[in-house]
Structures are given as structure tokens and as C-alpha cells.
């Protein structure tokens, strides 16, 4: 049981990688966006060969040879996370039956006070 907990540790740690991942996707999506204001912003200013500087080499160009960050997102989603679940969801049902966070379940029935309605052991229980 204690593997699986180390198993289910880890794949919240790949989870928030997947989080840091999905960020990254948005900010270079936003800051290619901003790009657009700021070329503008410089032909009005009459430095129209640093707008085209920006809207040649940095709008829109790949983060990666052939990639843009969805790209990234895409084939991180479809091969090693998707394996890292899939891997994940058989050690907890060979060790587990399938039951998730076991050891936060273990802990939670040694730390709340038995009939306190705050303390609820499902929100079946519960009288909040």
C-alpha cells in the first residue's frame, strides 16, 4: 500500500508539471497577442523597421522547431502523461482495489473528532 501512496505522490507532482505546462501554453499565447499592440505601437512611433522585425521573426514563430505551445501541450497530454495515468491506475487497482488517496483517508479517520458535525467522515455524515 505504501508503493501505491509513493505511485499516487508522484502523479500529483506530474500534475502540477501538467499545470506549469498548460501556464506556459497561455503566456506565450498571450505575449505573442501582445506583440500585435506593440508593433503597432511602433509604426506610430515611426519605427516601422522594428515592427516588421517583430511581426517577421517573433509573431507567431514556433517556441520549438515544427511546435507551437498547443503542440507541446498535445503531445505531452497524449504520451508520457497519459501513460503516467494509465501506470498509475493499475498499481492503485493491483495494491489498492482502486481506492484513491488511502493514506489521506487513513489519516483523516485518526485526526477528526468522532460526532462533530465539522468533522463528518463523508458528506453523507454530514450536518454542516
Not at 505511485?7 to 505546462?21: C, N, P
Not at 498535445?74 to 493499475?90: M, V
Not at 487497482?93 to 493514506?103: C, I
Not at 483517508?105 to 460526532?115: F, H, L, N, Q, V
Request: charge should be negative; hydrophobic fraction near 35%; proline fraction near 2%.
Amino acid at each position: 500500500m505504501q508503493a501505491a501512496g509513493k505511485v499516487s505522490e508522484a502523479l500529483e507532482t506530474v500534475e502540477q508539471a501538467r499545470g506549469h505546462l498548460y501556464a506556459f501554453h497561455q503566456l506565450m499565447g498571450r505575449a505573442d497577442l501582445q506583440l500585435d499592440e506593440a508593433v503597432s505601437t511602433l509604426c506610430e512611433g515611426g519605427h516601422d523597421e522594428l515592427a516588421e522585425l517583430i511581426r517577421r521573426d517573433l509573431i507567431g514563430r514556433n517556441v520549438l522547431p515544427g511546435r507551437w505551445t498547443f503542440q507541446i501541450v498535445e503531445e505531452y497530454d497524449d504520451g508520457y502523461y497519459r501513460c503516467f495515468k494509465e501506470i498509475e491506475r493499475q498499481v492503485r487497482s493491483q495494491l489498492t482495489n482502486g481506492r484513491r488517496h488511502v493514506f489521506e483517508a487513513e489519516m483523516k479517520e485518526r485526526r477528526r473528532t468522532a460526532g462533530h458535525p465539522a468533522h463528518a467522515a463523508t458528506p453523507n455524515d454530514s450536518k454542516e
